[in-house]
């Protein structure tokens, strides 16, 4: 486009405000670039790779002729257009489709990334299968420890409640001194006495819960007749053995 006159009355009667040229020459840039984009696309030449390709594809789709002599070696033996490849006609009607290769990458390069992906997919697959197992193996470990924390308060409770009763039966028979220190429950003096005197503790701290209430329960039996699973003090051992159920929290369940 020619340039305007400045000179012209058409120049200068055109709005001059501040800006508005910038504005108009950004249109007009980008007017021009749009048309140039379409005279581009217009014009624009097919590749070979691209011409190559539409002229393989329209070959590919068209029938063989009677000009193609394996297809003319096929009508002489009897072979008619759409029909199935075979004496009784049980081959296939349509051709054997073409894989063209058009990558640059060697033979058998398309197996080993099918055959890497696979293997990726595979170690995935274990990865899940290793995860899911050891979160099973934890649960199983957070369960065994929490039953075995609940048997372990259920034990500490028949402890705690076998000294109360051995204190309160010893006392009844004026007896001021425990067999063992820890038959009886232990006093807040008597703790704070024993945090100071631990060096000089008895053997009983090596007993775990279980075996100290084992072996309390049977001195309840034998010294006093009682029965803690029962909460009954039998008149003596005959009458204990007789109607006791047994001697133990199982034999009572």
């Known amino acids: 486009d020619e340039e305007e006159d400045y000179m012209s009355d058409l120049f200068i009667k055109q709005d001059v405000r501040p800006g508005l040229p910038m504005v108009r020459r950004m249109k007009e840039a980008i007017q021009k670039e749009e048309k140039q984009k379409e005279a581009n696309e217009k014009n624009r030449q097919k590749s070979l790779k691209e011409e190559e390709k539409e002229r ?21 033996m009897g072979y008619k257009s759409g029909q199935a490849l075979g004496k009784s006609g049980e081959g296939i009607v349509e051709p054997i ?53 609940q048997e372990e308060r259920k034990m500490e409770g028949d402890l705690r409640k076998s000294q109360r009763a051995c204190q309160q039966l010893d006392t009844q028979k004026d007896i ?18 024993d945090e100071e005197d631990k060096e000089d503790e008895c053997t009983s701290s090596d007993l775990s819960v279980s075996e100290k209430l084992h072996i309390l329960t049977a001195y309840l039996r034998e010294e006093h007749f009682y029965c ?5 003090t039998y008149e003596d051992s005959e009458d204990l053995s007789s109607n006791c159920p047994g001697d133990s929290a199982a034999d009572h369940d």
């Not at 193609?68 to 096929?74: I, Q």
């Not at 299968?129 to 039953?147: I, P, S, T, W, Y």
């Open 228 to 232: 803690i699973w029962c909460g009954t």
């Open 176 to 193: 001021d001194v425990p067999k063992e220190t820890w038959y009886w429950l232990e006093t807040e003096e008597e703790d704070k006495k």
């Open 56 to 76: 393989r594809e329209l070959v590919l789709k068209s029938a063989l002729g009677h000009e193609n002599k394996g297809f003319a070696l096929l009508q002489k």
């Open 97 to 149: 489709p073409l894989n063209i290769k058009t990558g640059r990458s060697g033979l058998g390069h398309e197996e080993l990334k099918k055959r890497k992906a696979e293997e990726k997919l595979e170690n995935y697959r274990q990865k899940l299968h290793m995860k899911k197992q050891a979160n099973e193996q934890a649960a199983d470990q957070f369960r065994v420890r929490f039953k075995n924390k």
